[in-house]
């Protein structure tokens, strides 16, 4: 049986007006376990926290417990006995029940294969650990602040579609759209080819599309919508660092760097849609 080390409702000041969240923190140096609980303590109010040492612990417990007992949120060392994080990962995103539970990746480590690693796999997002208690403070406020359940925020309607040939992002960008109650119609594909046979039949007025893909990359995609409407706006998702000129490709309205801000991607995708009307 999962030991869970720590568990208890935290009353603070100055949370928006949401229900509480319950966040499961797998990690297994005590130091970091709390110093996040006192950091979660300067950003939220009445949310249940579920501590565990080990990742083993923590899918042991998830896969026993029944839905109204499962987390909103997970936050997950990467570095852990028996199971890694990227162990854990893997596990959650292939587990039915489980693959919709956003997890937020809290690590030492600023290797870029980690991170790589770590959006191939479904995470919502990678922290860096700051020796900076206001930092860590102000990421984890962010990051309460966007999965925040019954939050939702103005937005133009429209369509959107995104196109990713990794399905555990496609589930995320999804997943942030639902989440946020956003206005817009929204259609995920894992393949170029497919998004442009969609948008002959039913046109859209976004695109939000990953660069590398197999087969037509994203500045191909780019290119051949523009051919099919120029008016339809385009935006890159890239971990390169190298940019393409958007005066090559005027459809192509902006990039946006991995790791994405999901807060950002929806203020960005809705400034197109306002742009069009």
Request: hydrophobic share 40%; with cysteine; charged share 25%.
């Amino acid at each position: 049986m999962a030991k869970v080390l720590s568990r208890g409702t935290l009353e603070i000041m100055n949370q928006p007006t949401t229900r509480s969240m319950h966040i499961a923190i797998a990690d297994d140096d005590e130091d970091d376990r709390m110093l996040i609980e006192e950091a979660w303590e300067a950003v939220a109010t009445g949310d249940t926290l579920s501590f565990y040492a080990d990742g083993a612990d923590l899918l042991e417990a998830l896969q026993t417990a029944s839905a109204d007992d499962r987390p909103d949120l997970i936050l997950l060392d990467l570095n852990m006995p028996r199971m890694n994080g990227h162990e854990i990962l893997i596990a959650l995103k292939g587990h039915e029940e489980l693959s919709d539970i956003p997890v937020i990746v809290v690590t030492t480590s600023t290797a870029p294969q980690d991170i790589s690693l770590c959006y191939a796999n479904g995470a919502a997002a990678f922290l860096t650990k700051s020796a900076s208690f206001k930092d860590l403070t102000a990421a984890l406020a962010r990051a309460r602040d966007f999965w925040a359940p019954n939050v939702t925020v103005e937005s133009n309607p429209g369509t959107v579609y995104f196109c990713d040939d990794n399905e555990a992002t496609r589930k995320i960008y999804e997943f942030y759209f639902e989440r946020r109650g956003v206005s817009w119609t929204t259609r995920g594909f894992d393949d170029a080819d497919e998004l442009l046979k969609a948008f002959e039949q039913h046109p859209c007025d976004v695109v939000v599309s990953d660069i590398k893909m197999p087969r037509m990359d994203g500045i191909t995609l780019t290119r051949e919508l523009a051919i099919r409407n120029p008016k339809v706006a385009v935006m890159l998702i890239t971990s390169s660092t190298q940019e393409v000129d958007p005066g090559l490709h005027p459809n192509l309205k902006g990039f946006l760097r991995k790791p994405v801000d999901p807060k950002l991607l929806i203020e960005q995708i809705d400034a197109l849609l306002n742009k069009r009307q």
